[in-house]
């Protein structure tokens, strides 16, 4: 940061760029992405926001492919990211329809049902994550 609070971008030498410089392909690429955003379909957006959550949650979780899963495991952070999914999904469930939200439903279950198995001392029906939203899962 400047002394004036503002960000300064380094150029290609690592010194910093004037304030008021950025260069005509930057501002292609900035263009380029907002037409390639502007050309996905909402419903694509949010399965793949969706998809996201419930990758990170699997990791979470321990269950990622790699050798060291017990290690990534971290419960704590995984019921953030299931609550997460749990409201998202159960928000765009209306928008996306059924044929697009059963899939993210199954995989939200799934995922919270790895939770519990998971877990030392599992929640009470209804107290899981996500479970404000779609209710207990069994």
């Known amino acids: 940061m400047t002394e004036n609070n503002s960000f300064r971008f380094a150029d290609e030498s690592g010194e910093p760029a004037p304030d008021h ?9 900035v263009n380029a992405q907002m037409r390639d955003i502007a050309d996905v ?26 050798e060291n899963a017990a290690e990534l495991k971290d419960l704590d952070e995984a019921r953030k990211l299931i609550t997460a ?6 928000a765009a469930a209306p928008e996306i329809g059924s044929q697009h ?22 929640d009470a029906p209804g107290q899981g994550p996500g479970e404000k939203f779609t209710g207990p899962v069994f």
């Open 21 to 29: 410089e950025i260069s005509q392909g930057q501002i292609d690429a």
């Open 41 to 66: 379909p909402a419903v694509e957006i949010i399965t793949t926001a969706a998809v996201h959550l419930m990758s990170a949650a699997a990791v979470k979780c321990g269950l990622a492919a790699e």
């Open 85 to 90: 999914l749990a409201g998202f999904v159960t």
């Open 101 to 122: 939200a059963g899939p993210l439903r199954d995989g939200l279950r799934t995922l919270q049902l790895a939770f519990r198995e998971a877990s030392f001392e599992p």
